[in-house]
């Protein structure tokens, strides 16, 4: 009887380092999460629907019936992500993700400089390089410092009724996601 | 030897059996850790930010979810009415109140998975900028199977319910007063025997 006890308290003690363990584990080896589904669906660049019937199965479903979503997975070793393309919508946000899902960066249509999207993607090494001589395709770009290397970049667009969404579709569908 | 290599099983069940259940408990409750409780609403403020705690982590790469930045939004999900009762399809319930500061909000009927509902193609949601609302720009949203006047969100079926408010580009997300606003109340106001 004494020796069931122990077990079921051992058994318990186990639990516990197992919990902490699979808790860890999961970000690293799930391949269920934004990053694996994309790239299911799609190449490195490519922009890819997060809503509506042509957005894959296995692709994440963007949560809000009301917003329609694009997503391009990008790799700073490639050079600096350039997205640009979307125009002036009623509400459209962006969202810069790290490679495990985390949100290192947002901001939506008000704070951009002309209403549009035109957004620059770097890492703090690339930033002094683009410092020392502005191009002329980025004098009007909101850049995002981030110490990543792979990463997703989502753009949101507000659908406020039906008769918005092929407009929201097709502008968002528009947007282009480069390497530079 | 038998009772030695017994209990050393034991061990390994409760151990990986218990471990993983846990986890797995955890993830799945809505009002987890790392949880904010406004009334009848729950959010995850911290989801998706580097200041995540580990649970908040772990959801995001289980779900495929890429959250809202803090920019972008704040969902708020409710699973419960004001009396307690866990939300039903097959009932009428009346959200009534007000929102902090945004932009525009919207409001969703959803499964327990936090997938939108639908009927016909059209989404179960509302949002701010098509409502009726009252003098005191405070506003009434029936959700539920039976047509209702003014504000009205239909949905079908049985099962449980989720509503999910979202507000945009809202100062809320910022830490800005969290936890000192008020959220509508989700009432009940009647139900299919």
Known sequence: ???????????????????????????????????????????????????????????????????????????LADGVTHIRGVGHLPYWSVSVYDRGGQNVYSFNDRSSTAGTLDLVVLTPAQMIEVRKDLPQAYAESVFVEAEIGEGIVVVRGFVPDASWAPIISSELGAAVCTAE | MILRILLFLIVIAIAVGGGTASVWYVLRAQDGIGALTVGDWTAFPSIGTPAADPYARARI?????????????????????????????????????????????????????????????????????????????????????????????????????????????????????LGEFELPQVLRTGCDA
């Open chain 1, 1 to 75: 009887m004494l020796r069931l006890l122990y077990a079921v308290l051992l058994g318990l003690v186990g639990a516990g380092i197992v919990h902490i363990a699979v808790l860890l584990l999961l970000p690293v080896v799930s391949d269920r999460d934004a990053w694996s589904r994309l790239s299911q669906a799609g190449g490195l660049y490519a922009v890819l629907p997060l809503h509506g019937a042509e957005a894959d199965r296995r692709v994440l479903r963007s949560a809000d019936p009301l917003f329609q979503a694009v997503a391009c997975r990008f790799d």
């Open chain 2, 61 to 177: 790469a289980r779900d495929g979810i890429l959250p809202l930045g803090r920019a972008e939004g704040l969902a708020f999900i409710a699973e419960r009415d004001s009396a307690g009762n866990r939300l039903r399809r097959d009932c009428d319930y009346r959200v009534e109140g007000a929102t902090p500061t945004a932009r525009f909000w919207t409001l969703v009927a959803a499964d327990p998975t936090l997938a939108a509902l639908d009927h016909g193609g059209r989404p179960s949601a509302v949002q701010s900028r098509q409502i009726l609302r009252k003098a005191d720009n405070s506003f009434a949203i029936a959700v539920g199977p039976r047509p209702a006047p003014g504000n009205w969100i239909r949905i079908d079926g049985t099962g449980s319910l989720a509503l999910v408010l979202t507000l945009y580009d809202t100062p809320v997300t910022g830490g800005a007063g």
